[in-house]
């Protein structure tokens, strides 16, 4: 093979492997002297040990295609139940469209370690642990800089990342105690206080 087709096939090569490249980003969970979590975006310092690596793939988080969640009114919030009984709704974090579950049993707004580095929180520290319904986890906390849910809206937003959680992040009680929520007749009814 003469050495032009030979650098023609590797730029071929390289041209493919850019798009998962281009959104493809690791993380990393590490462990201090002191025994505290972080989770970044860098590799573990000096005195610190990797705990886990996560290979992200940013495609799956794109929201270019989705509509921005604005404050469309100042009225109460209304959600019915879905045929599960959770309550959905539509907000953001950092200004990527998300759907939300309502947890009134969760103490923390709780994502994943995926859907954190995706939306830009990053700052991860402070490890705990915490039970869940698939058992007690090592958790961290990062902070949002922006929340919205319906026509609702909080800035500095302290985030529990959550290793496995399923389905959609929970909206938990550190920012539903910020507003009033009632529930009858099936209906939550989220408003200011």
């Known amino acids: 093979m003469t050495k032009p ?60 295609d ?7 009114s100042s009225g109460p919030l209304e959600l ?18 998300v759907k939300f579950v309502v947890d009134t049993g969760a103490s923390f707004l709780s994502l994943t370690a995926e859907v954190a580095a995706a939306f830009g929180v990053t700052d991860c520290k402070a490890g705990s642990k915490t039970a869940t319904a698939n058992g ?25 990342i959550v290793p496995n959680l399923a389905g959609n992040p929970l909206l938990g009680m550190n920012v539903l105690s910020k507003f ?3 529930t009858s007749n099936h209906v939550m009814r989220i408003s200011k206080q």
Request: aromatic letters at 8%.
């Open 5 to 64: 087709i030979q650098h023609l096939i590797a730029t071929i090569g390289i041209l493919l492997c850019l798009p998962s490249l281009a959104f493809s980003e690791t993380y990393y969970d590490c462990n201090g002297p002191d025994k505290t979590m972080t989770y970044r975006a860098e590799p573990c310092h000096k005195g610190e040990w990797e705990i886990q690596r996560h290979e992200v793939d940013l495609s799956i988080y794109d929201n270019k």
């Open 66 to 72: 989705k509509e921005w969640v604005g404050m469309a």
């Open 80 to 97: 019915h139940p879905e045929p599960n009984g959770n309550y959905l709704v539509d907000g953001s974090i950092n200004g990527h469209a």
């Open 136 to 160: 007690v986890v090592d958790t961290c906390m990062g902070t949002a800089k922006q929340i919205t849910f319906g026509n609702l809206q909080l800035n500095d937003v302290e985030i529990s």
């Open 180 to 182: 009033r929520v009632d």
